[in-house]
Every structure is written in structure tokens, then in C-alpha cells.
């Protein structure tokens, strides 16, 4: 099992910047794909960006050349620095985690919601 926390919500004006933070448990298994979801309300929850278990990252279009996603493994924290944010970013956003087996990836799927079965409570980002 892997435990996810986030933090660094808050308000921000548009063009503003955040960063948000994910402490989470250590990885039993071979490794992690650890990934950021958010979700306005009213909509479906999207995968936003992705450090798949060979540490590649993806991004969706929405989010990308503004925001970044970094791990620091020896602390067990995910991050998601959010640049030039904009009134539709305004959503609660997750942090999430997918076990995986020794040599093994997401790829492709690395955004996908049913890729993940490990899920934080969510910090929410509100941008006027």
C-alpha cells in the first residue's frame, strides 16, 4: 500500500504560480508511476502529468510548457510546479500512485485514472 498527502493549495491570481507537494509512503513494490489529477466540478477527473516507473514524464496539452512534475525519491515527495496558471486550472487536484512490477511501465497510459489505484485526498487550486 502506498499513503499519499498533498498540500500547497491555495488562491492564486491568474499568471500566478504554485507548487504542489505529494508525501507519500514508501513503495513496496518494484517501483511507482506517481502522477497528478485534478478535477473542477462537474467534470471528470484528468491525469495532468506522470513520472512513469522508468522515470520518463508525460504531460496532457492543457498543462503543457506550464507546469512540471518532480520527484525527490530520497524524501518520497512528487511535486507539480504550476507557472502562468489560468482560471480553468481552478480545480482540486490528486496525487496518485500505481505499483509496478520489476522492469515494467504505464506508458502510454500514464494519465489514465484506472492506471492508479493509490489516491491522496486531494489539495484544492483556485485561480481568479
Known amino acids: 500500500h502506498v499513503q499519499l498527502v498533498e498540500s500547497g493549495g491555495g488562491f492564486v491570481q491568474a499568471g500566478g504560480s504554485l507548487r504542489l507537494s505529494c508525501a507519500a509512503s514508501?513503495?513496496?513494490?518494484?517501483?511507482?508511476?506517481m502522477a497528478w489529477f485534478r478535477q473542477a466540478p462537474g467534470k471528470e477527473r484528468e491525469g495532468i502529468a506522470s513520472?512513469?516507473?522508468?522515470?520518463?514524464?508525460r504531460y496532457a496539452d492543457s498543462v503543457k510548457g506550464r507546469f512540471t512534475i518532480t520527484q525527490d525519491n530520497a524524501e518520497n515527495t512528487l511535486y507539480l510546479q504550476m507557472n502562468s496558471l489560468k482560471p480553468e486550472d481552478t480545480a482540486m487536484y490528486y496525487c496518485a500512485a500505481a505499483g509496478l512490477s520489476a522492469g515494467s511501465r504505464l506508458g502510454e497510459y500514464s494519465l489514465a485514472v484506472t492506471s492508479f489505484g493509490y489516491w491522496g485526498l486531494g489539495t484544492q487550486v483556485t485561480v481568479s
Open positions: 514508501r513503495c513496496t513494490y518494484s517501483s511507482c508511476a
Open positions: 513520472i512513469d516507473g522508468d522515470g520518463s514524464t
